[in-house]
Nanobody, 128 residues
Framework: VQLQASGGGLVQPGGSLRLSCVASGISLDYYAIGWFRQAPGNQREGISCITASEGVTWYADSVKGRFTTSRDNAKNTVHLQLDSLKPEDTAQYYC??????????????????????WGQGTQVTVSS
């Protein structure tokens, strides 16, 4: 099983990127898929989730209104569209078959009863 995150890069503030999480060995549509990020010296932060069956999406307060996650089941891929990027969005971004984020004062978690799979990170750097 392998999750491959890609699409990161260097972008100016206000710019956009589209991250992709492609899986081999599993079908992503069976899992809720979360995106996480971690900047140096910071804890890992859950930022988005898309559920398996209904495709319901949740977003951390820090990215709500700017980031959008979606599925392409035909390509066994989950995307994260990053718009209106800010320097504080600079981090390593990861996808995983687990969701764990805080939004509007609520803690959202979603996972199968098995150890989650994690992809390697893709670096997003927002700088002028």
């Amino acid at each position: 099983v392998q999750l491959q995150a890609s699409g990161g890069g260097l972008v100016q503030p206000g710019g956009s990127l589209r991250l992709s999480c492609v899986a081999s060995g599993i079908s992503l549509d069976y899992y809720a898929i979360g995106w996480f990020r971690q900047a140096p010296g910071n804890q890992r932060e859950g930022i988005s989730c898309i559920t398996a069956s209904e495709g319901v999406t949740w977003y951390a307060d820090s990215v709500k209104g700017r980031f959008t996650t979606s599925r392409d089941n035909a390509k066994n891929t989950v995307h994260l569209q990053l718009d209106s990027l800010k320097p504080e969005d600079t981090a390593q971004y990861y996808c995983a078959t687990v969701c764990d984020l805080y939004s509007g004062g609520y803690h959202y978690t979603k996972r199968r009863d098995e150890s989650p799979y994690w992809g390697q990170g893709t670096q997003v750097t927002v700088s002028s």
